[in-house]
């Protein structure tokens, strides 16, 4: 069992940067896929970005070169750097843990999800 604890959502202007952090429980954390996903108001879960556990990373068309995922082993934790914000990526953000290395963009394969962090970007 995983528990995974989101902080670092806020308000912030556009162009702003925010750092989302996941913490989680449990001594296999570097065994884990991490994913970062958000959901907006009215629309279904959408993929951010993963970082598998050997590190390779993966973003959505909308985020990339503008958001970092990384992750710290010997903190069990999953960070989220998002720059140059726009209103819309307004959305509540959720990490999400999984020992599936495939399909990692899919919201499906992941078993445990954090209760989610709010994320509002103001034009």
């Known amino acids: 069992q995983v528990q995974l604890v989101e902080s670092g959502g806020g308000l912030v202007q556009a162009g702003g940067s925010l750092r989302l952090s996941c913490a989680a429980s449990g001594r296999t954390f570097s065994s884990y896929a991490m994913g970062w996903f958000r959901q907006a108001p009215g629309k279904e879960r959408e993929f951010v970005a993963f970082i598998r556990s050997g590190g390779s990373t993966y973003y959505a068309d909308s985020v990339k070169g503008r958001f970092t995922i990384s992750r710290d082993n010997a903190e069990n934790t999953v960070y989220l750097q998002m720059n140059s914000l726009k209103p819309e990526d307004t959305a509540v953000y959720y990490c999400?843990?999984?020992?599936?290395?495939?399909?990692?963009?899919?919201?499906?394969?992941?078993?445990?999800w954090g209760q989610g962090t709010q994320v509002t970007v103001s034009s």
């Open positions: 999400a843990a999984t020992y599936n290395p495939y399909m990692l963009s899919s919201r499906h394969v992941y078993d445990y």
